[in-house]
């Protein structure tokens, strides 16, 4: 079964944004302006195959979505491994991950309450650097611990298309599955600067996101730019510092937890 809220909107040729109008940024539960958070799946459709990227949007049948759309295979990639990517997950008979996520998909997230995926499908390991060919079509995968210690971003220099995931997003959860240090995620952040692309597109916004926005992520997280920071204390979870940059409906805004405990 497919789900009547599901849609999708064509953002380049063969490129597709797929998600639920159940829940929108604002209330046409359509629109793909900034403003609160959303779940997006992208389906990238190749000469010879495609590939979904993440299982973010949960609703029945979105595998069968994207399939119709790409009248040909589909290969299922995720960003990472938290459950809110991987919705149905245990409907596929194998996907693609970082080999450091995948303990997420094994035990879940106890510390939410997030169960594994049962059954987990046989799984393919990614790595930074790894091209994913679709024929006429290569994804270059860019590994980026810091939201997960295997977190993954793909890049389509031909369409200069970077899906980010929830690694180069408006909203950053960070230090909550795995420890990684801060700087060295800000070092990743700007070698990502140097690769090809004009535009992000993340799991969480529907809105494209322009290469500056990794500036002022890093401006906000290296406190360049002004903005509070204020303590606050999850139960059972952690202290975290957070800090909120901008208005959510507008496309220059950031926030960011971070568990610092
Ligand atoms: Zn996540």
């Known amino acids: 079964m497919i789900s009547e809220n599901l849609f999708h909107a064509e953002i380049a040729k063969g490129t597709y944004l797929i998600s639920t109008s159940a829940f929108g940024p604002t209330e046409d539960g359509r629109s793909l302006e900034p403003g609160s958070a959303t779940a997006n799946s992208y389906l990238i459709v190749g000469g010879e195959k495609a590939l979904l990227f993440d299982l973010a949007v949960d609703e029945e049948g ?14 299922t990639v995720m960003s990472h491994g938290h459950y809110d990517h991987v919705y149905h997950l245990n409907e596929r008979d194998e996907a693609w991950i970082h080999k450091k996520d995948e303990y997420l998909l094994r035990e879940g997230m106890p510390i939410i309450g997030a169960p ?16 994913i060919r679709l024929g006429n079509r290569n994804l270059k995968v860019i590994h980026i611990p810091g939201h997960t210690p295997g977190s993954i971003l793909l890049l389509d220099e ?22 990684v240090n801060l700087d060295d995620f800000c070092k990743s952040l700007e070698r990502l600067r140097q690769e090809k692309f004009q535009v992000m597109y993340s799991a969480h916004d529907r809105c494209a996101l322009p290469k500056a926005h990794i500036d002022l992520m890093l401006g906000v997280i290296r406190k360049e730019v002004e903005a509070e920071w204020v303590e606050q204390t999850m139960p059972g979870v952690g202290t975290f510092m957070t800090v909120k940059y901008g208005r959510e409906n507008e496309v220059t805004y950031f926030d960011m937890s971070r568990l610092v405990d």
């Open 62 to 75: 979105v595998y069968e979505y994207a399939k119709n759309l790409a009248q040909k295979e589909v290969m």
């Open 116 to 131: 594994p995926v049962n059954p987990c499908p046989k799984l393919h390991e990614l790595e930074d650097g790894d091209m």
């Open 158 to 179: 031909n369409t200069g298309i970077l899906f980010s995931g929830d690694t180069g997003a408006r909203r950053l959860l960070f230090g909550v599955s795995g420890e």
